[in-house]
């Protein structure tokens, strides 16, 4: 396959000719299950191509013309390979002006598939509401180009505008500004956005439903269909403080609003960092605010990732390590600075197991792995997340501490503000930033760090006070002799955070001892596990219940696995019931029954999983 280099999953050749801004009009048509309309798109070479290579993903291609004058375009649409297809359009032979020689507009007729990758389409019964059909997309990493024509990698950045029509009951949000809505014939309504910002592909963004909003802060609304809108503003009141902690270590917020939207279960991640509104999980929902360190995280984005982007995903930790970084120093500054050590060992214990998972000597553990061939969701992991967080974790602390590495964090993300960069890019700036500490830099083992696979070479010195009780009462329980006095009881983990609940039962989940199945049901029974809301606690917990072959919960894990669809919770789960032999084909009977109903990257990704695909 002939792909663009510099970005191994894109046909595009953006050195030739790019995309700056794309205007979408588009119907949606829920019985058919796609899309349909066009695209324009405003195109500047940079050197004297007569074509414009675009990614394409079973796209069906109608007509493609000149935007200014309505003349036919010639087209090409390139063999069928694992990233799709390129789509070669003949540029026209006048430019948009006799002053800009080099730019042109051009308009694509097309509409989606109804496998399109980009796009979950749920029926009326799979919403809470239960009466109107819903529509949500998830394009990164790179399933944008299922959803319109692009040159669909982050190294291409270009502002959008889009007019989406819907059936007058139904509800558009987009990651853009909205700008009007207007009423059309045919009991249908009009929604236009834009986006003023660059953003690449993967942040267009757009959902379609029974949704409502309701005011969380001064430039925050929280959306989600009526029977979840209470609960959602409650669980996100403090969106603000975050946002404002955000601005106070990375600079101005460019966005102008930040408004999160509640996706159904289906949603395969925590959450999607989409310009002006984050998708989330309802998984979040707790009611007590406790998992609500996932919306630190997507703010984060709102500069490590969407302001400074990896110019591809083999150097996604530069998104994702930074954004964990910001994360976690906005919760210091919320609950302290042994909360953000307490994260960041849970994370590295979190790291080890996926490690394990994919071997120790797997390059996809490299900071920056080599993806060539290798589609992105192949390579998805948290190995980019806490690698990249402890290995700038590691410079804070060998450059002076948070007073000196703060003031670099905002220097350097003012620095590279729209633009999308490598690694090498990223280094040169920190040697360019601390030209006094070039001997210190010098120390460090870049090779290792960044291109070498496995666990990092050093683990910062994190402070244990909050993890050592969690360590201690784990271990209790394993040693405990069950002939002896009961010594446990519910006031034990009274006064842990949710966080070290769950750290109590990963420390047994990990440890090489299996509980006797006696034990772990006392243990239910006294800490009232089986009743937790908390979808973090409840993960773990079954899954130590997994380890420890309690046979009775696997159709607990099996419901939690397909209720919802966060790959976080339901591939771990899947695999653990895979490597237990006698329940094995129970796990992949009812991924087959339920495939159907997730979301395209995670029925792949669990298929891997169970191995039913290479």
Same mark, same amino acid.
């Given at each position: 396959m002939s792909l663009s280099p510099g970005d191994p999953s894109s046909f595009s050749r953006p050195e030739f000719a790019v995309v700056t801004h794309?205007?979408?009009? #588009?119907?949606?048509?829920?019985?058919?299950?796609?899309?349909?309309?066009?695209?324009i798109l405003d195109i500047e070479t940079k050197s004297t191509t007569t074509e414009l290579i675009l990614d394409n993903r079973k796209l069906v291609i109608l007509n493609v013309t000149n935007a200014i004058d309505g003349?036919? #375009? %010639?087209?090409?649409?390139?063999?069928?390979?694992e990233f799709g297809s390129k789509l070669i359009v003949q540029l026209p032979q006048?430019?948009?002006?006799?002053?800009?020689?080099?730019?042109?507009?051009?308009?694509?007729?097309?509409?989606?598939?109804?496998?399109?990758?980009?796009? %979950?389409?749920?029926?009326?019964?799979?919403?809470?509401g239960g009466v109107h059909p819903y529509l949500f997309s998830q394009c990164q990493a790179i399933h944008a180009r299922s959803m319109f024509p692009c040159q669909d990698t982050p190294s291409v950045?270009?502002?959008?505008?889009?007019?989406?029509?819907?059936? %007058?009951?139904?509800?558009?949000?987009? !990651?853009?500004l909205l700008d009007k809505v207007s009423d059309l014939e045919n009991s249908k309504k009009l929604y236009e956005f834009h986006q003023p910002v660059q953003i690449p592909s993967y942040l267009v963004a757009i959902a379609v439903g029974a949704l409502v909003s309701k005011q969380i802060g001064p430039r925050s609304k929280v959306w989600a269909e009526k029977e979840f809108i209470d609960k959602s503003a409650f669980e996100f009141e403090e969106t603000e403080t975050?946002?404002?902690?955000?601005?106070?270590?990375c600079g101005p917020y460019v966005w102008g609003i930040y408004d999160i939207l509640v996706l159904p279960p289906s949603f395969?991640? /925590? /959450?999607?960092?989409?310009p002006c509104l984050t998708f989330v999980t309802p998984t979040i929902l707790v009611g007590d605010r406790s998992l609500a360190n996932v919306i630190a995280h997507e703010i984060s984005h709102s500069w490590t990732g969407n302001l400074v982007t990896n110019a591809n995903f083999e150097h996604f930790w530069l998104n994702e390590g930074f954004t964990v970084f910001v994360e976690r120093k906005i919760n210091s500054r919320m609950f302290g600075e042994k909360m953000r050590h307490f994260e960041a060992l849970h994370g590295i214990e979190s790291l080890?197991?996926?490690?394990?998972?994919?071997?120790?000597t797997n390059q996809l553990t490299n900071l920056v792995p080599n993806l060539a061939g290798v589609d992105p969701d192949d390579a998805f992991s948290i190995v980019p997340y806490e690698k990249g967080h402890t290995f700038l974790f590691y410079l804070e602390q060998l450059l002076g501490g948070p007073e000196v590495f703060e003031p670099y964090l905002k220097s350097y993300l003012n620095m590279y503000k729209y633009k999308s960069i490598k690694t090498d890019t990223w280094k040169d700036y920190l040697y360019q930033y601390f030209p006094d500490k070039v001997e210190l830099l010098n120390s460090v083992d870049w090779n290792m760090w960044l291109h070498k696979p496995g666990m990092p070479p050093v683990i910062p010195d994190y402070d244990k006070t909050l993890v050592n009780v969690c360590t201690k009462l784990a271990k209790q329980w394993i040693e405990w002799n069950e002939d002896t006095v009961m010594p446990f009881a519910i006031m034990d983990?009274?006064?842990? !955070?949710?966080? %070290?609940?769950?750290?109590?039962?990963?420390?047994?989940?990990k440890s090489s001892t299996v509980l006797p199945l006696n034990k772990i049901q006392r243990m239910a029974d006294i800490y009232k596990l089986d009743s937790v809301k908390n979808c973090e606690i409840r993960f773990i917990w079954l899954r130590l219940c997994i380890k420890n072959r309690w046979e009775s919960k696997v159709s607990d894990a099996l419901a939690f696995a397909t209720e919802q669809g966060r790959m976080k919770y339901v591939r771990p789960i899947f695999r653990d019931l895979y490597e237990w032999v006698e329940v094995r084909q129970r796990a992949i009977d009812v991924y087959l029954s339920k495939k159907n109903k997730m979301m395209y990257v995670t029925a792949h990704m669990v298929a891997k999983d169970l191995h039913l695909i290479d």
């Open positions: 794309t205007h979408l009009e #588009l119907d949606v048509n829920f019985e058919q299950k796609v899309l349909t309309g066009k695209a003349s036919h #375009l %010639q087209y090409d649409i390139g063999s069928d390979v006048t430019a948009l002006a006799v002053n800009d020689n080099n730019k042109y507009k051009i308009e694509i007729k097309y509409e989606t598939s109804p496998n399109a990758t980009a796009l %979950q389409w749920l029926t009326a019964e799979q919403t809470a950045k270009s502002t959008y505008s889009a007019k989406i029509s819907v059936p %007058q009951e139904l509800t558009v949000v987009m !990651s853009a975050m946002l404002h902690i955000a601005e106070q270590l395969p991640f /925590g /959450g999607m960092e989409n080890r197991e996926e490690i394990k998972n994919l071997g120790k983990i009274e006064n842990f !955070s949710p966080g %070290q609940k769950v750290a109590f039962l990963t420390d047994l989940h």
